[in-house]
Antibody, heavy 114, light 112 residues
Framework: EVQLVESGEGLVQPGSSMKLSCVAS????????MNWIRQAPKKGLEWIAL????????YYADSVKGRFTISRDNSKNTLYLEMNSLRSEDTAMYYC???????WGQGVMVTVSS | DVVMTQTPVSLPVSLGGQASISCRSS???????????LHWYLQKPGQSPQLLIY???NRFSGVPDRFSGSGSGTDFTLKISRVEPEDLGDYYC?????????FGGGTKLELK
């Protein structure tokens, strides 16, 4: 069974940093590109980052470029999202997803507030 | 960026009835490899989005044949026939042909 389990949920102050993790199981993680997507409260979905299966390429939405970094450790079947200089508008549920296989994690809530 | 315009925003339906959701893109979604990367998701309240249709018209594993996708280029449609209670929720189209990837604004399928 494919599982994607995010962690790192929390409340942080504006300007601070946070790192999310997504542990994958049930498929060969190192064969697939992975995405991070977020959803602000009561809003629609926003794609924010993609990393190729071998980390050779990374792509970001303009809204997070230069502040967020996507990375992965294929030996640990884990995807990461490092978030710096957090703003109130980054408050959202963050999902990791393998779009090729059609699977999403359950999401973790990140709240940026003073 | 490719803008995905989804209509309607809200779609009241009767159980057993039919629903149709439109998704239009500001640019062609035909990739240089010839594939069209337009997908449809359903997000039920309190849940993660679940894939219904990938690459325009392919039903994902376990998705009932009441769901069908069609379209080409910039104009796409999701149709749901014989609507059941478990079909209610927010529907999103997604394009993964171009960067940045972009979603439609969503359509809330609700009971009339």
């Amino acid at each position: 069974e494919v599982q994607l389990v995010e962690s790192g949920e929390g409340l942080v102050q504006p300007g601070s940093s946070m790192k999310l993790s997504c542990v994958a199981s049930g498929f060969t993680f190192s064969n697939y590109g992975m995405n991070w997507i977020r959803q602000a409260p009561k809003k629609g979905l926003e794609w924010i980052a993609l990393i190729y299966y071998d980390s050779s390429s990374k792509y970001y939405a303009d809204s997070v470029k230069g502040r967020f970094t996507i990375s992965r450790d294929n030996s640990k079947n884990t995807l990461y999202l490092e978030m710096n200089s957090l703003r109130s508008e980054d408050t959202a549920m963050y999902y990791c997803a393998n779009w090729e296989l059609g699977y999403w994690g359950q999401g973790v809530m990140v709240t940026v507030s003073s | 960026d490719v803008v995905m315009t989804q209509t309607p925003v809200s779609l009241p339906v009767s159980l057993g009835g039919q629903a149709s959701i439109s998704c239009r893109s500001s640019q062609s979604l035909v990739h240089s490899n010839g594939n069209t990367y337009l997908h449809w998701y359903l997000q039920k309240p309190g849940q993660s989005p679940q894939l219904l249709i990938y690459r325009v018209s392919n039903r994902f594993s376990g998705v009932p044949d009441r769901f069908s996708g069609s379209g080409s280029g910039t104009d796409f449609t999701l149709k749901i026939s014989r609507v059941e209670p478990e079909d209610l929720g927010d529907y999103y189209c997604l394009q993964s042909t171009h960067f940045p990837r972009t979603f439609g604004g969503g359509t809330k399928l609700e009971l009339k």
